[in-house]
């Protein structure tokens, strides 16, 4: 089985992590803005997820010999550790509630501010968990800084919203449409805008237009809605996040001395492997629950059309793979030099937000005060990320 000793190597694994995990979003953000429904998105993805799982345990979990006290990951599937195992699969279980709620709140609040909120909770509640569960590995006077300034990223990240929400609104008004107090138009306009009248084609990011045929062609129609709903769905989907990670923790390190005395601890690999299982489970049985009983409007579907689904599947199966290994490289690194400092990898709101901007033309042609918030929403991100892996410990 590879280990990750060093704290080099662990920062690597972060590191890495990191890009991977702020990429898979925007794949998925950009099959929902050109109207795939969101269910076969993440069945696809899905799979994949836990392919990538199945992957890395028969690699890195088989590499050299095994121990007694490190176990390889084919010999440990048969030992007596079912108290880890649950704690593992609780994690997985968090996890996909937690994206199944992202791939809604996307369409609401944009993809960098949902990223941004959900990333903070998780450190903000995560992190601490994590900190006393790993036995104060991490030094806390550099950690919780660091936690304080994902805080107040979250708020800035709320006010990049309300500002940008602004904007559009603005832009609408602007161009002859009457947007509400909520942020919606008129039913006349809403239906002029499914028949495609007053819409131009090719029309420039930023621009009312832009906004008009992006909510035409998209698959969550969030006209009319009350963005609240999408921060309500982001609050909850970090507070899912923010869980994962310490009951993963406990699934490899045993804080609260679950198993019978012999029994080895999980080793990341194997821990990570029931932990995507379950992940898959409940994403397989919600899923094509909403196929039959959709939620936010979405229009019904079925396994019929799913499977004859063949547009953008490839982007939502390399998605998958994306987050799988970097959900991966995250539990290898963070069994190193700590779960607390793993949590570095919640500045993915960094590359989900240049993805947003390059791929989806987030921001274009806002305002001043919205550029602002935003350049103070990622300046704490990145001083966030530096901090929280300068904390990082050794795990004896």
Known sequence: MYVVESKGGAIACMLLALFFLGTWPAIMTLLERRGRLPQHTYLDYTMT??????????????????????????????????????????????????????????AFVGLSVTEVITASITVVIGTTLNYFLDDKINRAQILFPGVGCFLIAVCLG???????????????????????????????????LEKGTGIIEEAKAGTAEFLL???????IKVFGKSTIIGLSITFFAGVCFSLFSPAFNLATNDQWHTLKEG?????????????????????LILNITFFYLPVLDLPRSSFKAYINDWNGRGWALLAGLLCGCGNGLQF?????????????????????????????????????????????MLFMFIVAVGVLMASSGHRK
């Open 49 to 106: 997820n836990l392919l990538a799982a199945v992957i890395i345990a028969l690699t890195f979990g088989e590499i050299g010999s095994s121990t007694p006290e490190k176990p390889n990951f084919i010999a440990q599937l048969s030992q007596d550790n079912w108290p880890s195992i649950l704690f593992a699969m609780a994690g997985g279980v968090v996890l996909s509630l937690g994206n199944l709620s992202t791939q809604y709140a996307w």
């Open 158 to 192: 709320s006010a990049v919203h309300s500002s940008n929400a602004a904007d559009n609104k603005a832009k609408l008004k602007g161009a002859g449409y009457s947007p509400t107090l909520n942020g919606a138009i008129t039913n006349e306009e809403l239906r002029n």
């Open 213 to 219: 045929e992006l909510e035409k062609r998209r698959a």
């Open 263 to 283: 029994v080895p601890h999980l080793v990341v690999y194997t821990a990570f492997f029931y932990f995507s299982v379950s992940c898959f489970m409940i994403a």
């Open 332 to 376: 290898m690194g963070g069994q190193a030099a700590g779960y607390a400092a793993a949590d570095a990898v919640q500045a993915l709101p960094l590359v989900s937000t240049f993805w947003g901007i390059l791929l989806f033309g987030e921001y274009q042609k806002s305002s001043r005060r919205t550029y602002v918030l935003l350049f103070g």
